[in-house]
């Protein structure tokens, strides 16, 4: 993209790390060959791809909603047995859980159809 003033498009770099010349050592102040092997074998063990993210989220969400169903069920057979306050929090933990599933739904059909269209 060409500023018809200017006619060019220059882009000034502050910093050595914005150039990719940098070692990652320098950015992050230490070099990697002292971070332990410990912190470094949790890293590789904790690593997870996208589908199973989306699938724990998903499976984590309908859990809350199930948990909601049990506790509104307990409150009408057993009323005296069930704290009211914990039948408040497992409702909105829920609804939040299912209002940020919808909304993380709707961004990735949103990418999805931006990407396929520029096609």
Do not use: C
């Not at 990719?20 to 230490?30: E, N």
């Not at 410990?38 to 199973?52: G, I, L, M, P």
């Not at 993210?53 to 047995?81: C, E, G, H, R």
Request: zero cysteines; aromatic letters at 4%; glycine letters at 2%.
């Amino acid at each position: 993209m060409k500023i018809p003033e200017i006619q060019t498009l220059k882009l000034n770099r502050t910093l050595d790390a914005h150039t990719g010349s940098s070692k990652l050592s320098d950015i992050a102040g230490a070099p990697l060959n002292d971070i332990p092997n410990s912190a470094k074998d949790n890293f590789e063990k904790k690593r997870v791809s996208f589908e199973e993210y989306l699938v724990d989220a998903v499976k984590s969400m309908n859990q809350q909603q199930l948990d909601v169903k049990t506790i509104q069920q307990q409150v009408i057979t057993d009323p005296d047995s069930v704290n009211i306050e914990d039948v408040t929090i497992a409702m909105s933990k829920a609804r939040l859980s299912l209002n940020l599933a919808q909304t993380v739904i709707d961004r990735m059909v949103q990418g999805w159809n931006e990407i396929s269209t520029t096609r």
